[in-house]
């Protein structure tokens, strides 16, 4: 079955909702740039917490049949990068995420409310 990027992001925004991802942050960026149609940032409360929310987004499109096309960064719990293509995961501890402020970099992308369809935030 074919998922569509927006099927995806649902995905995972749900994973990392039910992992406890902390203030999940999900822009619509398919029409400022090619890399990905969604980036997905969260953050987890320490290293095991973001090493779980890594292992959900794996293993939820895993079971998908959607593969990881670049895992990038640093395993224990300081940030991590998962590229399935049209959507891409990072999950950052809470300073990292502050330093990278890649909300700020994204600015021109539309934030999604996946709670939400057809709204954004």
């Not at 917490?49 to 890594?54: I, N, R, T």
């Not at 300081?78 to 970099?105: A, C, H, P, Q, T």
């Not at 539309?110 to 057809?118: D, F, I, R, S, Y």
Request: proline fraction near 4%; glycine fraction near 8%; charge should be negative.
């Amino acid at each position: 079955m074919e998922y569509s990027p927006k099927q995806q992001m649902e995905t995972l925004y749900r994973i990392l909702s039910e992992k406890q991802g902390q203030d999940i942050t999900v822009i619509d960026i398919s029409e400022i740039s090619t890399l990905a149609d969604y980036f997905i940032i969260t953050h987890g409360n320490n290293t095991p917490h973001v090493d779980s929310l890594v292992d959900a987004a794996e293993e939820a499109m895993d079971k998908l049949g959607i593969p990881c096309r670049s895992r990038e960064g640093l395993r224990g719990g300081r940030w991590v990068l998962l590229d399935y293509g049209d959507v891409v995961v990072n999950v950052f501890s809470k300073e990292d995420r502050m330093w990278y402020d890649l909300e700020r970099i994204w600015r021109d992308g539309k934030l999604v409310n996946p709670e939400q369809p057809g709204e954004e935030k």
